[in-house]
Each structure stands twice: as C-alpha cells, then as structure tokens.
C-alpha cells in the first residue's frame, strides 16, 4: 500500500488524523493533512483505508505503481 496527499485539496476536517493517527496527522500552520508514513506497515493499513474513505475533500489516494493496477493490500 502507498498514499499520497493533495494539501491543495485538504480542507482541515482532521477525519484522517482522528482515524489513522499513526499515519496522518495536521499540520499545526493550516490544518491541512500531513503524511507521516506514505507506506504504512500491515498493522495500520486498514485505519488508513478507512481515512481514506471518510475524507470529505478526497485528498488522500492511494497509488498505484507504473503499469500495475492500485496495491489491494
């Protein structure tokens, strides 16, 4: 699993901090999404699907390598 983050479309809600503490967190600044782990270990990767999923802005995505379809696990 690799994310990525779009700050320019974070709109501060926090959802994925709350969610996945141990892979996000708000920057102290803007409120915008920091990325504090871009390939989070097995154990975590179900919290950040789930931030993934609540985002309302849609600023997080998860990436898929050249020439192969998005990581599934």
């Given at each position: 699993?690799?994310?990525e983050?779009?700050?320019?479309?974070c709109?501060?809600?926090?959802?994925?901090?709350?969610?996945?503490?141990?892979?996000?967190?708000?920057?102290?600044?803007d409120?915008?999404?920091?990325?504090?782990?871009?390939?989070?270990p097995?154990?975590?990767?179900?919290?950040?699907?789930?931030a993934?999923?609540?985002?309302?802005?849609?600023?997080?995505?998860?990436?898929?390598?050249?020439?192969?379809?998005?990581?599934?696990?």
């Open positions: 699993m690799e994310l983050v779009d700050r320019e479309r709109i501060g809600a926090g959802m994925c901090a709350l969610t996945a503490p141990e892979v996000f967190d708000q920057d102290l600044d409120g915008r999404v920091m990325l504090l782990d871009s390939s989070p097995p154990g975590h990767q179900a919290k950040a699907r789930r993934l999923d609540v985002c309302p802005s849609g600023a997080i995505t998860l990436v898929s390598r050249a020439g192969s379809p998005a990581d599934p696990s």
